[in-house]
């Protein structure tokens, strides 16, 4: 089984640029997860999907931040403009929706490690 | 309050050694929790879900619920070097199963 990919692994910009960063789930989970960690925290949810519908998006930062996930599988996040701050790694995962413990585990792509300069 | 409270560490422990960590939540509403593993420069990776009071094993790791006392713990029996990363606790709560996060603790296993 394929897990979560994810791209580009690193990405440099200046400020007040913009990103895109994608994510392509594991095939059938349901549930896709954009979380943003700053070295020495841990993840931060910035919005998760539910198949194509926003379930939470209070953290995003909806000024600079978008995020899309189209027929329900791959997701596009994007930052403009870009600043200072948002220099963090970019963490997809997703998980399965339905019954049982074992659905709610979250699995986690490789990430995409943003330096804003 | 922050709703996952964990020590950053570093927590240090001899090869062979019980690595205590633990991890309180501010959210009684709070249903189920995991522990993640996280190598330097790697994602997440799960090694406990629990959601029922009390213990619940896996090999060498055995992870502790106290929903009373709002806590929740993992045992890392006979550490290993191996073992050195940063554990991360977080909850699940909700109707849409939100996952919240701590800030981790370094673990460190010395040979």
């Known amino acids: 089984e394929a897990g979560v990919a994810q791209s580009p692994r690193y990405k440099i910009i200046e400020k007040r640029q913009s990103v895109a960063f994608w994510c392509n789930p594991i095939?059938?989970?349901?549930?896709l997860y954009w979380y943003q960690q700053i070295l020495g925290q841990g993840p931060k949810l910035l919005i998760q999907?539910?198949?194509?519908?926003?379930?939470?998006d209070s953290q995003l930062p909806k000024d600079r931040f978008s995020a899309e996930r189209l027929k329900g599988v791959d997701s596009t996040l994007k930052i403009q403009p870009a600043k200072l701050e948002d220099s963090a790694v970019y963490l997809c995962?997703?998980?399965?929706?339905?019954?049982?413990?074992?659905?709610?585990?979250?699995?986690f792509g490789p990430g995409t490690r943003l330096t804003v300069t | 309050q922050k709703e996952v409270e964990q020590n950053s560490g570093p927590l240090s422990v001899p090869e062979g050694a019980i690595a205590s960590l633990n991890c309180t939540y501010s959210?009684?509403?709070?249903?189920?929790f995991f522990w993640y593993r996280q190598y330097s420069g790697k994602s997440p990776e799960l090694i406990m879900f629990?959601?029922?009071?009390g213990d619940k094993e896996d090999g060498r790791f055995t992870a502790q619920l106290n929903k009373a006392s709002q806590y929740v713990s993992l045992l890392i029996r006979d550490s290993q070097p191996s073992d050195s990363a940063t554990y991360l606790c977080?909850?699940?709560?909700?109707?849409?199963?939100?996952?919240?996060f701590g800030i981790g603790t370094k673990l460190q296993v010395i040979p």
């Open positions: 995962a997703s998980s399965l929706v339905g019954g049982g413990s074992r659905t709610y585990e979250q699995y």
């Open positions: 095939s059938g989970h349901a549930t």
């Open positions: 999907f539910q198949n194509n519908g926003v379930v939470d």
């Open positions: 959210d009684r509403g709070s249903q189920s």
């Open positions: 629990i959601y029922s009071n």
């Open positions: 977080a909850l699940l709560r909700g109707g849409y199963q939100k996952v919240t």
